[in-house]
Structures are given as structure tokens and as C-alpha cells.
């Protein structure tokens, strides 16, 4: 079972683009990379999913070194509402291999 | 198409009573799971089912806690008799398939229903 090292909280003001680093040194060959968003008084709410290289969508960006030992979640130009908890998650997620962290608190100020 | 729908979203209670919490499903997925998060503990997976049949409760904290899946689109989490440290936000979700996994299907959460147990 990967575990997941990601920084406690950053903070950013609107209009930058915000890098949220996760480590997971042993992560296992077949094992996804998958990040979630969590605001206050809802659920978690999936982000973005990969396993190598480079994933983009609507919301966010996830990049993926060769080693696959960490990877970075990008999201650009944020506003206040991205203020949130952002999970990083590795591995087949839902059964007991699941394990939600503490996450990373972003604070977006004005 | 709806989210995945929970009830009530907030229950206050006494210590000892029984409490219900309900878990409608999005249609079609056919993986639904129950969490409990607290700010000391973070979420913890309690139990989750695939097809109506629980696969795994070894997250259930306790006897107390009891959960069932009469149907597709229908779940219930009963704690009896709760306690204080009961009280947490209790969430619901559902999927295709476990993320990450062959199928690789993200969770789909509901906004959670706030439990206090006085």
C-alpha cells in the first residue's frame, strides 16, 4: 500500500497558478495516481486521475515524473473558490487500499 | 442525472438513541461506500458494497454500527445504541468501479450528513 506525503497547507492569491506536490516513494507498478478536492460542508469530489506523464482536464493539470515516485497537482489561475482540502490518493481506491490523508489545506486570498 | 443523495443532512440526537443515516446511490453504479470523518481521524472507509453485498466491514468501528443494501438505489448506516464519539460527518458514495483499478472509476460523494450524539 502506497503512502502519500503531501505539504499540510499552502496558501495563494487569485489569479496564480498553484503546484500542490505529492510524494509516494513506493508505488507499486500497476498503481493510479488520483486527486481529490474537498470544499467545507461537502464531499470529496474527484479532480483528476493518471498514471505517467501528463494528464489535463478542465480543472486542473498532473504531471508525472519518469520514477513515478511523486507527482504535482496543477491548478491555474485559481480564484477564492478554489479554497479547499486537496487529497492525493494512490493505488486501486474504494476497497481497504483506500486511504484518505490529511490532505493539503489551499487557502486562496484576494 | 442526480448525485448521490443523503439523509438527513443533519441529526442531533441523545446518547443511546438509535440513529438511521440513508444513502440514495447514482443510478448504475453498482460500488457504494460509507465514510466517517472526524478532524482527529481524518475519513475512514467503514464499509462498502458491490452489487447489494457488502464486501468488507472491517472499518465498522463497532457492533453498534450496522449497515445494509436491500437494493440498488437504497443504503442504510444504523448506529444503536450511539454514543458522543459517534458524532462525525457520515458520508455516502458510489462508483462504477474502484478507482485506480481495472474499471478505474472515480467515487461520486454525497454532501454528508453531520451527526452529534449528545
Known amino acids: 500500500l502506497a503512502k502519500t506525503t503531501q505539504p499540510i497547507s499552502m496558501d495563494s492569491y487569485e489569479g496564480q497558478e498553484v503546484n500542490i506536490t505529492c510524494s509516494h516513494n513506493n508505488i507499486a507498478t500497476n498503481d493510479y495516481i488520483t486527486w481529490y478536492q474537498q470544499f467545507p460542508s461537502q464531499g470529496p469530489r474527484f479532480i483528476i486521475q493518471?498514471?505517467?506523464t501528463k494528464v489535463t482536464n478542465e480543472v486542473a493539470s498532473l504531471f508525472i515524473p519518469a520514477d513515478r515516485k511523486s507527482s504535482t497537482l496543477s491548478l491555474p489561475r485559481v480564484s477564492l473558490s478554489d479554497t479547499a482540502v486537496y487529497y492525493c490518493?494512490?493505488?486501486?481506491?474504494?476497497?481497504?487500499?483506500?486511504?484518505f490523508g490529511a490532505g493539503t489545506r489551499l487557502f486562496v486570498k484576494a | 442525472d442526480a448525485g448521490v443523495i443523503q439523509s438527513p443532512r443533519h441529526e442531533v440526537t441523545e446518547m443511546g438513541q438509535e440513529v438511521t443515516l440513508r444513502c440514495k446511490p447514482i443510478?448504475?453504479?453498482?460500488?457504494l461506500f460509507w465514510y466517517r470523518q472526524t478532524m482527529m481521524r481524518g475519513l475512514e472507509l467503514l464499509i462498502y458494497f458491490n452489487n447489494n453485498v457488502p464486501i468488507d466491514d472491517s472499518g465498522m468501528p463497532e457492533d453498534r454500527f450496522s449497515a445494509k443494501m436491500p437494493n440498488a438505489s437504497f443504503s442504510t448506516l444504523k448506529i444503536q445504541p450511539s454514543e458522543p464519539r459517534d458524532s462525525a460527518v457520515y458520508f455516502c458514495a458510489s462508483s462504477l468501479g474502484l478507482t485506480g483499478g481495472r474499471r478505474n472509476q472515480p467515487q461520486h460523494f454525497g454532501d454528508g450528513t453531520r451527526l452529534s450524539i449528545l
Open positions: 493518471g498514471y505517467k
Open positions: 443510478s448504475g453504479h453498482d460500488y
Open positions: 490518493l494512490v493505488g486501486e481506491t474504494g476497497g481497504f487500499k483506500t486511504i
